[in-house]
């Protein structure tokens, strides 16, 4: 399908695969509503999308804050038009510490990556069942596969991602809303930029982009990639602890020390 007189509402817009989903999709003739919390970076974003030739409104929102979430993606509603397609993008990575345990991070973590999620759907879920049409997407990550350590609390919140989506993508199976989970492995973003660990088989967000809306675009259920990494992924759950310890003992090894 095309999503050319489209509208797309996608959070996390700020940066990285929601910066260039944005652009691949405003290529395409789809206008896009660009929301995150650092409004000269969507502003920057919306300017180069028009002097392209596409269509973008901004607004400015933290995705852990539900009314201000529903309220901002209204806006682009108000500004743009009825919204096709959601992508909710919004995230972020902290390790899991447990001496002390970094409570703190990982409450964050749950509410950027899951609970933001939720909001920005409810955004624009009772207008898609009044139209009887839409596509929710949401980022969830290859990491919702394993509980790895170091990051329990980072592979829990996109767990729960990824269950989410999977929950409603069969409730609303026969409104005429499409559900998409996607779960990429390591992509080079801000978020990443920061790891001083070897990331296997890593990817450029511009590529990571042109494949998630290739597969938005096909309606996939769930969409994970690279493949190299779906299968060395989905491999450990069959691996005993031990076994996962040790492979991921070179990660542990090159992670920066706790802060404070």
Same mark, same amino acid.
């Given at each position: /399908?095309?999503?050319?007189?489209? !509208?797309?509402?996608?959070?996390?817009?700020?940066?990285?695969?929601? &910066?260039?989903?944005?652009?691949?999709?405003?290529?395409?003739?789809?206008?896009?509503?660009?929301?995150? =919390?650092?409004?000269?970076? #969507?502003?920057?974003?919306?300017?180069?999308?028009?002097?392209?030739?596409?269509?973008?409104?901004?607004?400015?929102?933290?995705?852990?804050?539900?009314?201000?979430?529903?309220?901002?993606?209204?806006?682009?509603? @108000?500004?743009?038009?009825?919204? @096709?397609?959601?992508?909710?993008?919004?995230?972020?990575?902290?390790?899991?510490? $447990?001496?002390?345990?970094?409570?703190? @991070?990982?409450?964050?973590?749950?509410?950027?990556?899951?609970?933001?999620? !939720?909001?920005?759907?409810?955004?624009?879920?009772?207008? /898609?069942?009044?139209?009887?049409?839409?596509?929710?997407?949401?980022?969830?990550?290859?990491?919702?596969?394993?509980?790895?350590?170091?990051?329990?609390?980072?592979?829990?919140?996109?767990?729960? !991602?990824?269950?989410?989506?999977?929950? #409603?993508?069969?409730?609303? =199976?026969?409104?005429?809303?499409?559900?998409?989970?996607?779960?990429?492995?390591?992509?080079?973003?801000?978020?990443?930029?920061?790891?001083?660990?070897?990331?296997?088989?890593?990817?450029?967000?511009?590529?990571?982009?042109?494949?998630?809306?290739?597969?938005?675009?096909?309606?996939?259920?769930?969409?994970?990639?690279?493949?190299?990494?779906?299968?060395?992924?989905?491999?450990?759950? &069959?691996?005993?602890? &031990?076994? !996962?310890?040790? $492979?991921?003992?070179?990660?542990?090894?090159?992670?920066?020390?706790?802060?404070?």
């Amino acid at each position: /399908m095309s999503f050319a007189n489209q !509208v797309a509402v996608i959070t996390g817009a700020s940066s990285g695969i929601g &910066w260039e989903v944005a652009k691949v999709l405003a290529a395409q003739g789809c206008a896009v509503g660009l929301l995150a =919390r650092r409004m000269d970076r #969507l502003e920057e974003l919306a300017s180069d999308i028009r002097a392209a030739g596409g269509q973008a409104a901004t607004v400015q929102a933290d995705v852990t804050q539900r009314q201000e979430t529903v309220a901002a993606i209204h806006r682009l509603r @108000d500004a743009l038009g009825p919204v @096709d397609l959601l992508l909710a993008n919004s995230g972020i990575g902290k390790p899991t510490e $447990i001496e002390p345990m970094n409570m703190g @991070d990982v409450d964050y973590m749950i509410r950027v990556n899951f609970l933001g999620v !939720v909001y920005a759907i409810e955004g624009v879920l009772p207008e /898609m069942l009044e139209r009887k049409k839409g596509h929710l997407a949401a980022i969830s990550s290859l990491g919702a596969y394993k509980g790895l350590p170091g990051e329990s609390g980072y592979c829990a919140s996109k767990a729960a !991602v990824h269950v989410y989506m999977e929950g #409603l993508r069969i409730q609303l =199976r026969t409104r005429g809303i499409a559900v998409t989970s996607i779960c990429p492995g390591f992509i080079k973003t801000p978020m990443t930029d920061v790891n001083t660990f070897p990331m296997p088989f890593l990817m450029t967000a511009d590529k990571a982009a042109q494949k998630i809306v290739r597969a938005l675009a096909k309606r996939k259920k769930v969409y994970n990639f690279p493949w190299r990494t779906t299968v060395l992924m989905k491999s450990l759950r &069959w691996l005993p602890d &031990w076994l !996962v310890a040790r $492979i991921i003992s070179g990660y542990t090894e090159h992670r920066p020390p706790p802060a404070g």
